[in-house]
């Protein structure tokens, strides 16, 4: 059973950082794409960024360009968002999402994936 867990949200005020975690076990496939998607009150559920399991090329929303990093440790079945310069409208629910046999495209399109997180809560203060 696949399994993703994120964890790392919280409140912080603008100009701010922090590092998402999100753990995942379940893992048989090859071809994968982790992404990172988050949903304010209102609003649809939007990607990130992604991390490809073939070549480790990431993609980024130009919301997020230069302000936030992904990252991925192999050895502990991690991936990372380090999110830097945070502004009140990155306040959301963030998730992370892996979505099987895309790990070549790496899209931000939240249909394309097929296991979600929980989602952790971040707040970003003015």
């Known amino acids: 059973e696949v399994q993703l867990v994120e964890s790392g949200g919280g409140l912080v005020q603008a100009g701010g950082s922090l590092r998402l975690s999100c753990a995942a076990s379940?893992?048989?496939?090859?071809?994968?794409?982790i992404g990172w998607f988050r949903q304010a009150p209102g609003k649809e559920r939007e990607g990130v960024s992604c991390i490809s399991s073939s070549d480790g090329s990431t993609y980024y929303a130009d919301s997020v360009k230069g302000r936030f990093t992904i990252s991925s440790d192999n050895a502990k079945n991690t991936v990372y968002l380090q999110m830097n310069s945070l502004k009140p409208e990155d306040t959301a629910v963030y998730y992370c999402?892996?979505?099987?046999?895309?790990?070549?495209?790496?899209?931000?399109?939240?249909?394309?994936?097929?296991?979600w997180g929980q989602g952790t809560q971040v707040t970003v203060s003015s």
């Open positions: 379940g893992f048989t496939f090859d071809d994968y794409a």
């Open positions: 999402a892996a979505g099987v046999g895309v790990g070549v495209l790496c899209p931000l399109s939240p249909p394309e994936y097929d296991y």
